[in-house]
């Protein structure tokens, strides 16, 4: 298939593998401790494990895979208040499919669903404006969720229901931002990341600039990232070129995606519908100050939150989730303690085993999960013997 | 052969399926007699008789063992590019007995119908029925009908029971894949599911994929001529090549190695699930069967399948290892390996 199999070229990946190898070379300290890598964006943590990507590299590099899913770290309460709206008899709930399965304290939209809730999966929100206009008499709501990426066509859609005076159509908004977030993770005490791979569909609306304190502030280098297998290894060439070159820059792999600037249109909708919030709270991570927006006064009447009462609960995560350390890189996801046996993807207790982005699920899915559980528990008998 | 319909004169004049035809009365008689009896068309049914009355010493002179499997059909919607219900209800079942080595012989049929239901797509319905029953040589011999209030059904539910006979020497099942067997696959994965994902008509996407609905029976009846041994095999219905697989490994507690690079894949379906972010090794097929099979019969294999017109893309997909035991690896196209696992829950379209 044109432009996805140049991108999937074992050849130029053999040959990609060889460079990094020759690169490490010149980082000695990767021989005391592995390199930390994260990719933030869980895009970029399906297509490491769709293509096997890990077992390809050196060991001496460790991926981490953050916490940019953002249908993993939607917090219990905020399905609770979604499941509320989607309850009402006079709401049609519209939402992206995967976060149907998404747990809530009692249930997930999923589960109210099949209990007769209309909840309706869209691949747009404008397909949510689309079933405003063909039903009148009823009230939709739009499930907005995601990073930067999303954030666009959310706020295009309110903009449109404004322009054709649409009055049945509001949006619950759970958007999320990703720089608060990753200054979080580099503030973390525990913290050991090497250096970044970051979201290629973030940037491509944020553009480079945002990321530049990563690099400047933190010391810390950063590669705008695409989602082809190919884009991932080069990036962490780049990464690793910068490591042994004792470089820290924002540079960026997804050119061809991203330009430096972003994209200016779809900023001007999103700073004219949302504002930040003062803070969001994280499945895993906890609040995190300004990492959520919410929309604007003069948008207020297509704000669900203030059109109906949501019950606003926080529902803390369960205390053997250890999701903030995996997310840190402070443990695999196989060395938590509940991983593969109380938490599965059926049964997910944490924020990473709810999506198939998530880093746990991924692990679970795609990895030999016998193994992984008998290291880990090799690795606890070592640590009650130390 | 002279319809009931003929005999006794009785047509369905009505538009729309309403209670009345599943009530017992004059309404329902005309519809099974119109319709079904009718439609289908052979003797065994138009003998009106509650049970199908099939000649025992002839069936089982045919082989070892009875074969026998139901299912039941909910597709939404009805009719998609490239088949109906109907098809797929005639094909599923031939294609269950099938795997199993036997030869169909008779199906029955039970018809739920929602009330508003139109005649002229019931009958389309059947006519597609009869239509595959006799490209894979079976006959729908008995049926029931009921009619359920609006709201009780989605349109149309169909079950199929069927009957076969295994010949004597053929056994085929899960557990006995071998380590240095061979895995076969008959052509390209996921067109069912990505033609149904179109058809529903949520995406807007323009394309021209159909569903890969056909009956097995001839083309493993070809099989069969060559290799008799054939271990395992399974039709990729629901939940796709990957499942099937699985089933295998656990099943006999070896290791499905399969290559990505051989797995046959039309590029409209490939470029669908890239778009959803669905893997195809799970999108369900309806005439797609996956074989593991002595190494040294694949050549005469894979001769007949592609010779064969529902086996034109055959392939060899890979091969059965000891070790990791229970588990599916795929040798990605990129260089590297990841495990196959079975799925949970449905396949949701990813949001970015």
């Known amino acids: ?72 770290v939607l917090p219990m309460g905020r399905v609770d208040d979604c499941v509320a709206l989607a309850e009402r008899p006079d709401v049609i709930f519209t939402t992206f499919g995967d976060a149907m399965r998404v747990p809530g304290s009692k249930k997930s939209l999923l589960q109210a669903k ?32 995601g990073f930067e990426t999303t954030m666009p066509s959310t706020a295009m859609t309110v903009l449109q229901a ?81 490591l042994a070159e004792h470089r820290c820059e924002v540079e960026n792999q997804y050119s061809r995606v991203v330009p430096a600037a972003g994209n200016p249109a779809g900023l001007d909708a999103i700073h004219k519908v949302f504002e930040p919030r003062e803070f969001f709270e994280w499945r895993g991570l906890g609040s995190i100050d300004h990492s959520g927006v919410k929309m604007r006064d003069s948008y207020a009447r297509f704000d669900a939150e203030r059109r109906f009462s949501v019950p606003n609960l926080k529902i803390a995560d369960p205390k ?50 016998p193994e992984l559980l008998a290291r880990r528990d090799r690795k606890g008998d070592e640590g009650a013997a130390a | 052969m002279s319809t009931p319909a003929g005999k006794t004169g009785r047509s369905l004049r009505a538009e729309t399926i309403t209670l009345a035809h599943g009530a017992g009365g004059k309404a329902m008689r005309d519809l099974i007699a119109d319709i079904f009896v009718s439609g289908f068309d052979n003797d065994t049914l138009s003998q009106l008789e509650d049970q199908a009355r099939i000649d025992a010493a002839a069936l089982l002179g045919e082989g070892g063992k009875l074969a026998m499997t139901t299912d039941s059909y909910v597709v939404a919607p009805l009719f998609f590019p490239g088949g109906d219900i109907g098809k797929l209800a005639v094909t599923g079942t031939v294609n269950d007995l099938a795997v199993g080595g036997a030869t169909p012989k008779y199906l029955s049929c039970g018809m739920i119908i929602e009330e508003g239901m139109s005649v002229a797509e019931l009958r389309r319905i059947v006519a597609s029925m009869k239509a595959t029953a006799d490209a894979a040589g079976v006959q729908i011999v008995t049926g029931d009908t009921k009619v ?49 994902a179109d058809a529903r008509g949520e995406l807007s996407l323009e394309s021209n994929i159909e569903t890969d609905c056909q009956p097995l029976n001839g083309l493993i009846q070809a099989m069969l001529e060559v290799c008799r041994d054939i271990h395992c095999m399974r039709d990729a219905t629901r939940g796709g090549v990957a499942t099937v697989l699985n089933e295998f490994a656990e099943a006999s507690g070896t290791c499905m190695r399969i290559e990505e690079g051989q797995i046959p894949i039309r590029p409209e379906v490939r470029g669908l699930s890239e778009i959803l972010g669905l893997d195809p090794l799970y999108l369900a097929n309806e005439g797609k069967l996956v074989a593991i099979v002595p190494a040294g019969s694949v050549e005469a294999l894979l001769e007949v399948m592609r010779a064969h017109p529902a086996g034109r893309h055959s392939a060899c997909i890979g091969r059965v290892t000891e070790a990791p035991a229970n588990t599916v690896i795929l040798e990605t196209g990129f260089g590297g390996e990841r495990i196959v696992d079975m799925l949970v829950g449905e396949q949701l379209p990813r949001i970015c």
């Open chain 2, 148 to 196: 359920v209030p609006r709201g009780a059904a989605d349109r149309l539910f169909i079950n199929t029971a069927g009957i076969g006979v295994i010949p004597e020497g053929v056994d085929i099942a899960t557990h006995r894949a071998r380590p240095g067997d061979t895995i076969l696959l008959n052509g390209f994965i996921g067109d069912h599911g990505a033609a149904i």
């Open chain 1, 1 to 72: 298939m044109k432009y996805v199999d140049e991108f999937r070229d074992p050849a130029k990946a053999r040959s990609l593998v060889k460079e990094i190898e020759g690169l490490l070379e010149r980082i000695p300290q990767a021989d005391s401790r592995p390199l930390q890598l994260m990719e933030f964006c869980g895009g970029h943590t399906h297509t490491i494990f769709r293509y096997g990507i890990e077992q390809m590299l050196p060991g001496r590099i460790e991926l981490v895979h953050g916490p940019g899913c953002p249908v993993c």
């Open chain 1, 114 to 145: 099949a209990e007769g809730a209309d909840v309706r999966m869209v691949y747009s929100p404008l397909d949510a404006l689309g079933i405003a206009r063909k039903n009148p008499d009823r009230q939709v709501i739009f499930f907005g969720l």
């Open chain 1, 320 to 369: 053997s989730c250890q999701c903030g350390e995996v997310l840190k890189g402070v443990i695999r996801p196989w060395e938590c303690k509940v991983f593969g046996r109380a938490c599965t993807p059926e049964t997910p207790l944490g924020a990473l085993m709810v999506s198939s982005e998530g880093a746990c699920a991924a692990y679970y899915n795609f990895g030999n999960l």
């Open chain 1, 162 to 242: 404004e322009r054709e005076g649409i009055e049945n159509f509001s949006l619950f908004c759970n958007h999320i931002t990703t720089v608060p977030t990753i200054k979080a993770i580099l503030d973390s005490p525990d913290m050991q990341l090497d250096g970044f791979v970051a979201p290629g569909h973030v940037s491509m609306v944020v553009g480079e600039e945002p990321f530049r304190f990563v690099a400047e502030t933190y010391h810390k280098p950063i590669v705008i990232t695409g989602f082809e297998p190919l884009d991932i290894l080069q990036s962490l060439w780049m990464l690793i070129r910068q």
